[in-house]
């Protein structure tokens, strides 16, 4: 059975940091990219952050990254997100996300090889 787990979320002012975990397994981790997306009430999902696992390169959504920091350990078939400098527009539920391949078109992370996800973990930043 897959499983992505995610943990980590909570309410933070805004300014503030959160880290984010995600455990996963049921699926041949090393086959797949690991990463992150989001949803905020009423919008569409977002794409955040991605690692390839086979090379360890990293993705992000250009208006992330200057804040926002993705790692894993593969021993543990976990992910991190660090985000810093947290703004009300981050408010969202994050999702732990498994990716067939890494779609990554104009600065943005595709959700095009979504292929497995988590419940998500709610991320709220109030001012």
């Known amino acids: 059975e897959v499983q992505l787990v995610e943990s980590g979320g909570g309410l933070v002012q805004a300014g503030g940091s959160l880290r984010l975990t995600c455990t996963a397994s049921?699926?041949?981790?090393?086959?797949?990219?690991i990463g992150w997306f989001r949803q905020a009430p009423g919008k569409e999902r977002e794409g955040v952050s991605c690692?390839?696992?086979?090379?360890?390169?990293?993705y992000y959504t250009d208006s992330l990254k200057d804040r926002f920091t993705i790692s894993s350990d593969n021993a543990k078939n976990a992910i991190y997100l660090e985000m810093n400098n947290l703004k009300t527009g981050d408010t969202a539920v994050y999702y732990c996300?498994?990716?067939?391949?890494?779609?990554?078109?104009?600065?943005?992370?595709?959700?095009?090889?979504?292929?497995?996800w988590g419940k998500g973990a709610l991320v709220t930043v109030s001012s």
């Open positions: 690692i390839y696992n086979k090379d360890g390169s990293k």
């Open positions: 996300a498994a990716f067939a391949f890494v779609g990554y078109y104009s600065g943005t992370v595709s959700l095009d090889g979504l292929r497995y």
């Open positions: 049921g699926f041949p981790w090393k086959d797949y990219s």
